[in-house]
């Protein structure tokens, strides 16, 4: 699977749009871009995913570049509560292989 | 999203002791589960892939005759840390893939195991 990178830490205001940058320059054309956040002493909880269409559900939208070597994470109204490390992952479609695969992630933390 | 539970949460046991960590797809039927391990100030580690009915699929350096992963049926799979060393403390995290649909990968809550 492709690597990510991603800043090691970010902070915004509460209430405030938080825009999380990643980049995945080597992502293969069948390679879902999947976001995943981690609150401390917690399992990673599924956000959002999307292969080169802009995406967007009750948690955040995902913004893919049109050359998909990056993408932003976008929280519109950041609560005290979504202070939690982010991870961005791209990950091969169906198949017994496929897997996620952890970086380290960006942490963000909103401020009151 | 789809719920993944584990038990227990959270494990104290002593050196040299068997620990058994069940993972349950509570809403959806998973064909693969994950098992990962995390140490503090870490990211996750993958530590095995298994299918249904199949053998596990261990990381390199993972032991499998240490991690016992059992994945009986289509919601349940166990991981079984056998002799347990202080080195081995750490969060065991579970997660399940649903066998249709968008093939979501979701996690469990997390172990927390504590080897004195």
């Known amino acids: 699977d492709a690597k990510t990178t991603q800043p090691p830490s970010m902070d915004c205001a509460e209430g405030r749009a938080a825009n999380l940058p990643c980049n995945h320059s080597?992502?293969?054309?069948?390679?879902?871009v999947y976001w995943y956040r981690q609150i401390h002493s917690q399992g990673p909880q599924y956000i959002i995913h999307?292969?080169?269409n802009n995406e967007t559900n009750e948690m955040a939208s995902l913004i893919i570049t049109e050359d998909r070597k990056s993408s932003t994470l976008i929280l519109p109204h950041a609560t005290l509560r979504d202070t939690a490390v982010y991870y961005c992952?791209?990950?091969?479609?169906?198949?017994?292989?496929?897997?996620?695969?952890f970086g380290k992630g960006i942490t963000l933390s909103v401020r009151p | 999203g789809a719920v993944v539970s584990q038990h227990p949460s959270r494990v104290i046991c002593k050196s040299g002791t068997s620990v058994k960590i069940e993972c349950r797809s509570l809403?959806?039927?998973?064909?693969?589960m994950f098992w990962y391990r995390q140490f503090p100030k870490q990211s996750l580690m993958l530590m095995a892939t298994?299918?249904?009915?199949?053998?596990?699929?261990?990381e390199q350096g993972v032991e499998k005759d240490k991690f016992l992963i059992n994945h009986a049926s289509l919601t349940l799979s166990t991981l079984t840390v056998t002799s347990a060393h202080p080195e081995d403390s750490s969060f065991y995290i579970c997660?399940?893939?649903?066998?249709?649909?968008?093939?979501?990968?979701?996690f469990g809550p997390g172990t927390r195991l504590l080897v004195l």
């Open positions: 992952i791209v990950r091969a479609p169906t198949g017994a292989n496929s897997k996620l695969t």
């Open positions: 809403d959806f039927q998973a064909t693969t």
């Open positions: 080597t992502i293969s054309g069948n390679e879902y």
């Open positions: 997660s399940a893939r649903e066998v249709a649909g968008r093939e979501t990968q979701y």
């Open positions: 298994s299918n249904e009915g199949s053998k596990a699929t261990y």
């Open positions: 999307g292969l080169k």
